[in-house]
């Protein structure tokens, strides 16, 4: 019994030694498990249910102009955090920021009576005033704290506002290039992070733990604000004289793609668009918008035609009665009578219709629809805006005699504004087609260095540097002898090409006295420069044709934009053909130094206005040598003998 019982004991000491031994062993696994395997897991976990995170919203980058000028900038607009769990009487607390916030106690005291570690009053509490947040930080209410906040600020109103867009309560981009750059201009938020215990009081022996927002990237735009002032003046002016239902202009270089100006209305102010139809805001008209193009098609008619070698503008000819007859339709001038007897480079002055008709059946429609989407018609244009249309074409199977011919004076097809402005750039810059775009640099924001730039995207090349100056020659005469006469600006070569639009109304028919009238010029037209096309949707109590409308907007813009720009003035350019009721400039004569008495010979032409005391002239304004309407008024400064004598 008693050697039994010694096997037995020892037996079950070994036993237990094993079960001591594998306990050991899983234990240490264990715990090396949770050591090395999930400890941080577990460390994340545990600090989430102590830490309390105050966001710090990161800077949105700025927004400035190719010459460094801010368009968009931001202003320091703080949020309303709460704690919780801090909060120590809810009741008081949510009467206090009810009053500062104007919200009603109720909301206050749900929202700061939430389950959450952290919460920000939304939208109340979003974007304070200056006002509000010193009256949060005078009243030093346990568990709210004003995290540091900003709201965009447009110093300039509604300047450029359907190309910036503009952004929501939390700085995100909602359209225009703030919504299609969001990404690169919001950056990364950080937070300021603090621990504390189940009741929500502070550990004063654990740090805080501070995440420094990353600023978003300052944006340099290829627009010029000098340039887009310009537009946007004209586009004022035109829309207080003509009381249109819309109004377009852009500008562009055309040897680059780079956007210069771009501008329609109506227009809105970014920091107050909900207060604005959303037809006006979400529709940045010169890139949306599609309409037939009328005239200034025409180009890319006889951009087709000079490069198949089909016509000679000097001494091929062509008769226009009036009206020319396709497939049974009879298709008519926009003359009364037609043109009778001219050369092409007549037709292309004249904008004759059915001149351009023979052009495209000379052509045939596969050439000439091949030139169409080559010159970009049918397709985006890849510019960095939402909302690009691509227009409409016929589809070739479907383009008969009369689809051909309505196509080559630019009726029967639909396209955007930039397509044409992009097209016509490749017209007359050599042949080349590129593409158009806004963002020029990305810029850091603490250095200013360049940390991404642009290059100009060139697609393709469609006709040859012998077409292309065969085409600014022919735009050029167009402005000198023919219907663009008043984009004519004295001392540069100015091309460009009329156009007047039918509108398609609701029925499918053409609208009577509803028209788009347009204008496309570009200068110096030896080496052009600048590229500007405006419309004019349906402009009132005028005669609705581009040449009468738009092309006197132009030539505003193209002389102010030119000279803006230090572009030297041409002298070799074609003379300008003046017809009743235009008149030539006259040039200021220099009246310094001269008497009241010698005045007489100079108020032909010119009125004087005269300002201070004395027989002789001493200052003038403008200045002698410069070019001014006949009936322009000359400011002149009167002094004595002695004063002349000290100017000199």
Known sequence: MKRVSQVTVRKRLVAIFIFALLFFVVMCF????????????????????????????????????????????????????????????????????????????????????????????NPEGRKLTDEQAIQIQELNMEGVYLAEDSKRYYPNGAFLSHVLGFTGIDNQGLAGIELFYDEKLSGEDGALSFFSDAKGNKLGDIADIYSEPKDGLDLKLTIDSRIQTIVERELDLAEAKYDPDGAIAIAMDPDTGEILAMDSRPNFHPSDYQNVDAEIYNRNLPVWSTYEPGSTFKIITLAAALEEDLVNLTEDEFTDSGSIEVAGARLRCWKSGGHGHQTYLEVVQNSCNPGFVSLGEKLGKEKLFTYIKDFGFGEKTGIDLHGEGTGILFDLDNVGPIELATTAFGQGVSVTPIQQVTAVSAAINGGYLYEPYVAKEWLDPVTGEVVEATEPTMKRRIISEKTSEEIRYALESVVAFGTGGKAYVEGYRVGGKTGTAQKVGEDGKYMSNNHIVSFIGFAPADDPELVIYVAIDNPKNTVQFGGVVAAPIVGTIMEDSLRTMGVEERENGLPKEYTWPDVPKVEVPDLIGLTTKELQSYLANLDIEAKGEGEYIIEQSPQAGELVDQGSTIRIFLSDEDDVKNKQ
């Open 30 to 121: 264990r715990l090396g498990y949770v050591q090395f395997i999930i400890g941080d897991e577990l460390v994340q976990k545990a600090e989430n249910l102590w830490s309390r995170d105050i966001p710090l919203r990161a800077e949105r980058g700025e927004i400035i102009d190719r010459n460094g000028e801010v368009i968009v900038e931001n202003t320091t607009a703080p949020s309303v955090a709460v704690v919780p769990r801090q909060i120590k009487n809810p009741q008081e607390t949510a009467e206090k920021l009810a009053k500062i916030l104007e919200m009603p106690v109720k909301d206050a005291y749900e929202d700061i009576t939430r389950s959450a570690n952290v919460w920000i009053i």
